[in-house]
């Protein structure tokens, strides 16, 4: 071997050792801090182990620095990471290897970056720690796994199951006297009981926590159990008890390396107090202080702040800002989010009230409450299996009492015989004395319910003839607005058509023109819905050929899928199959379908239309690889109601109408209608009416 690969081969080795050297006398001059947080330094560090194939001595050097409490996990750190995970031997259940896999899992999980991934990392890791001597390995993992899918997944009752696992797995290995291990599930019954809402024991909990940490003397983490407890104390409007434990939180910061991070996170807290509190002058004080930038470092603090940030913009008429600070806000959101996605939806509500907006308040609501109600259900859920496992664990208690009750029971019983029977001849006699009196008050009670069944029947008639004026009303309005509605948007045809404009100019009266088509469509719709609620849904029957109307709805609505480059495929297996109906309709059911499909589905998809021949029946199928249904949503899918109107892909609006007429056509030609759908994936849309035999 020449010179020259000679320095090619030990180069790497060379730099590595050179970088080990000054951390060393960085660590010798107080300067570890300043190398380990510069990001260029690091990475070459890491690069120059890696490329030394140095990697146990990088993921021993890194773990070290962790559990010292030297530097934080940083997204940052994911890269080299992840090449030590892809060049590790997977068949080795190493420490070295189980820390590789947790380090990426606990990243992704902090800073919310996919909610699939930790799974991989961290069952990976538990297979790993259960073949290494270190018991309190396993436990440990199952905090991990149980934090990603309360803080990422926001799955409830899979966090309280691997909470269970882990405290199953203390008693069967009894490793409760191990410090470490202590504080792991302690930490993780306290996130039980935060989601159960069961503040003071999560804060019980987390005080055993504290305890165990200030005798191993690990001031980050004992800082970090500081600052979850005042979250519990906010939960709890104990905000003297929060300012307290944010006191006590800030005197441990002089001792760790990062304290103007951790500074910055304490004076978020006490913004937060202020906010909830009402005291928005001195809120407003506090926020000059606080860099938000700095509390993205932890996403849960971060999306905290920035809600009561725009409650007190809000608060302040900031209207401007409080927008601005929505659309951000938004933009950090993960979908899995449900828990910030609902805190959002609440301050866009405030935002829109204060503006007047009643419109997008009323959608912002609706949002929020779809939100709150999946949160709402999983604390049921967990709630209920919390109850499961508190009634199981005594019951076995519960059996062993009732045993050694059970004579005395029995003595007790044959007394109470006695006794009950002479009571029971004294309360017969009792009664019959008083049925006497009975019934002479149920003839008087008689009397008063018939003349309510009178008033009742009135208050019937009333709401009747209501009814009728409603309907009479309704009809009225929409016939008298959809004539100049129509004649708005041929006027606007007309000016766009006929005069030239400049961009503005011209997306104004798009805009103007689609509007007016949108709102003599939701009136159309009143009225047929109207009609249809009213018996009176009149049909041309005829003969009708199912692939003529299909072609003209793929003609009709066809520009509509270009414009989002999309392609509509009619696949024909019925050729020549007619069935008895009215064709007008029909299409608009049709149309309807495909239309939907185009609006809910992303940009270059394919919309399959599909006919085919049943046993004495004609099934058209349309099927669009979109956005989903929620299983929630499908349930009302087919109903007169404006709640489950949703934005198309691209942000189409929808009025809720039209799937409702649709049903009501099919079940008019005595056929069916249904939907097939998967969130992510798409929906299908399925009808079935009976073929016309010649």
Not at 36 to 59: E, G, M, Q, R
Not at 210 to 222: E, F, H, M
Not at 514 to 522: D, F, G, K, M, Y
Not at 604 to 631: C, F, W, Y
Request: hydrophobic share 40%; with cysteine.
């Amino acid at each position: 071997m020449n010179l020259n690969n000679k320095l090619l081969f030990y180069l790497p080795l060379i730099l590595c050792l050179l970088f080990s050297c000054s951390i060393v006398k960085a660590q010798n001059n107080k300067q570890l801090n300043s190398i380990l947080t510069d990001t260029v330094t690091f990475n070459k560090f890491t690069d120059s182990c890696i490329a030394a194939h140095a990697n146990d001595y990088l993921i021993e050097f890194y773990d070290k620095m962790i559990v010292e409490e030297k530097i934080d996990m940083l997204a940052t750190h994911i890269p080299f990471l992840q090449t030590l995970y892809y060049q590790m031997n997977h068949h080795q259940f190493t420490q070295n290897n189980y820390a590789v896999c947790c380090y990426l899992g606990r990243i992704i999980t902090k800073y919310h970056l996919d909610m699939n991934s930790p799974v991989l990392y961290f069952n990976e890791a538990l297979n790993i720690a259960q073949h290494l001597p270190n018991k309190c390995l396993v436990p440990k993992t199952y905090k991990y796994l149980s934090s990603f899918y309360s803080n990422v997944r926001h799955d409830l009752r899979k966090t309280y199951e691997l909470n269970n696992k882990c405290i199953e797995y203390f008693k069967q290995n009894q490793i409760n006297g191990i410090l470490d291990c202590n504080i792991d599930v302690n930490i993780g019954a306290a996130t039980i009981s935060y989601y159960l809402e069961a503040y003071d024991r999560g804060v019980a909990q987390l005080n055993v926590s504290i305890a165990t940490v200030r005798k191993i003397n690990k001031p980050k983490q004992l800082f970090d159990l500081y600052k979850r407890r005042s979250f519990y104390e906010i939960e709890l409007n104990k905000y003297n008890d929060v300012l307290k434990t944010i006191d006590t939180a800030e005197s441990i910061i002089d001792r760790l390396p990062d304290k103007n991070i951790l500074k910055n996170f304490t004076t978020a807290i006490r913004f937060n107090v202020l906010v909830n509190e009402g005291y928005y002058e001195r809120a407003n004080e506090c926020a000059k202080l606080v860099n938000a930038d700095l509390l993205k470092e932890d996403n849960d603090d971060y999306f905290d702040y920035m809600n009561n940030f725009i409650k007190m913009n809000i608060q302040f008429n900031k209207k401007g800002e409080a927008k601005a600070e929505i659309d951000n806000y938004a933009s950090l959101l993960k979908p899995w989010n449900i828990q910030r996605w609902r805190k959002l939806y609440e301050v866009k509500y405030l935002l829109a009230k204060k503006n007047n907006d009643y419109e997008t308040a009323l959608d912002a609501y609706q949002h929020f409450r779809y939100y709150d109600d999946s949160v709402h259900s999983q604390k049921h859920n967990l709630a209920i299996m919390d109850q499961q496992i508190i009634y199981e664990t005594k019951g076995k208690d519960e059996l062993l009492k009732a045993e050694i009750k059970q004579n005395f029971v029995y003595r007790l019983v044959v007394i109470c015989g006695s006794l009950m029977a002479a009571i029971i001849i004294l309360l017969i006699y009792s009664n019959f004395i008083r049925s006497k009196k009975s019934v002479q008050h149920l003839t008087i009670l008689n009397d008063e319910i018939n003349e309510q069944r009178h008033q009742i029947g009135l208050a019937l008639t009333q709401v009747e003839s209501a009814n009728k004026d409603k309907d009479r009303i309704l009809n009225v309005v929409a016939h008298d607005l959809r004539n100049p509605i129509g004649a708005i948007a041929n006027f606007l045809e007309i000016v766009q058509v006929k005069y030239e404009h400049n961009e503005e100019e011209e997306r104004i009266l798009n805009t103007s023109q689609q509007a007016a088509i949108q709102s003599l469509t939701l009136i159309n719709d009143l009225l047929e819905v109207n009609q249809m609620q009213s018996g009176k849904l009149e049909l041309f029957m005829s003969p009708v050929s199912l692939a003529e109307l299909i072609e003209k709805s793929i003609e009709q609505v066809k520009y509509k899928a270009i414009a989002k480059q999309q392609t509509i495929m009619f696949d024909n297996h019925a050729k020549g199959m007619l069935i008895h109906g009215d064709a007008v309709k029909l299409q608009r059911v049709i149309t309807n379908l495909i239309d939907n499909a185009i609006k809910f589905s992303y940009i270059q998809k394919e919309i399959v239309v599909t006919l085919e021949r049943g046993s004495s029946n004609a099934i058209l199928k349309v099927i669009d690889h979109g956005m989903g249904i929620p299983e929630a949503i499908q349930q009302q899918l087919f109903t007169a109601s404006i709640t489950v109107k949703r934005m198309g892909t691209n942000n189409e609006k929808s009025h809720g109408l039209g799937l409702s007429i649709c049903k009501q056509i099919i079940e008019a030609h005595q056929g069916t209608i249904e939907v097939v759908s998967e969130i992510g994936k798409g929906s299908s849309f399925i009808i079935s009416m009976e073929e016309l035999i010649a």
